[in-house]
């Protein structure tokens, strides 16, 4: 995959939901998606709060951005609340609906469809309830629309083969702008070795290298 990092130099359009968004055209980004039941209500607002004192210690407002954190803190606030949730993910909470080979492969050949055509992947990962993915929109196409198309025609296939209604995935997506090679480098790395970190020796589909 070519690799473009954000550039502080260009302007970037932030918008903000329960996370900050941050988007340049036609840059790298690592996402995580999850199922919506993958991390329950309860441990998810301790985390939240535990978040809100973290920043409001460190003179922050309770809800800063924490891209827009002094170096320092922007890294201690991912070691720390990042890591965190991402370890939340892992614990394998919900119906874990991915672990199925015959869903996770329509998640498979959806991400694979839109390869060189309008995005390219890099490495990615889809666990029992979550997904990683290393991808870099192609020209005009925005990565809200890459993984509204991702989530909504997977939705809706993956609903069909269970039998179920409703909402599969939770509505908003954690996304980051990669900053550098080396960041690029510990992104792959973590994608590669979630399996093994969470414990797992079936249930995940690993894509690496993708170019």
Known sequence: ????????DESVHR???????????????????RLAD?????????????????????????DADPNELPE?????????????????LDAGHGTCLLARPEISAILSALLASGHGE???????????NHMHVLVEPMEKQTLGNI??????????QINRACGRAGSLWQ??????????????????????????KAGLKEGFVLGLGQR
């Open 38 to 62: 993958s991390v329950p209500s309860t441990l998810h607002e301790h985390w939240k709060h535990q978040r809100s004192q973290w920043l409001a210690q460190r003179g922050f407002q309770p």
């Open 118 to 128: 309008s995005y390219h992947l890099d490495a990615w990962a889809i666990m029992p």
């Open 171 to 196: 509505a908003e997506t954690f996304d980051h702008i990669v900053r550098s090679e080396s960041q690029l480098a510990n992104f792959r790395r973590y994608i590669a070795g979630n399996p093994e």
């Open 147 to 156: 993984v509204k198309q991702w989530k909504g025609a997977s939705a809706r």
């Open 1 to 8: 995959m070519s690799f473009t990092p954000y550039n502080p």
């Open 72 to 88: 320092d803190e922007r890294n201690a606030f991912h070691r720390e609340f990042t890591t965190r949730f991402h370890e939340l």
């Open 15 to 33: 918008h903000r939901l329960n996370l900050p968004h941050w988007r340049q055209w036609n840059r790298t980004y690592f996402i995580t998606t």
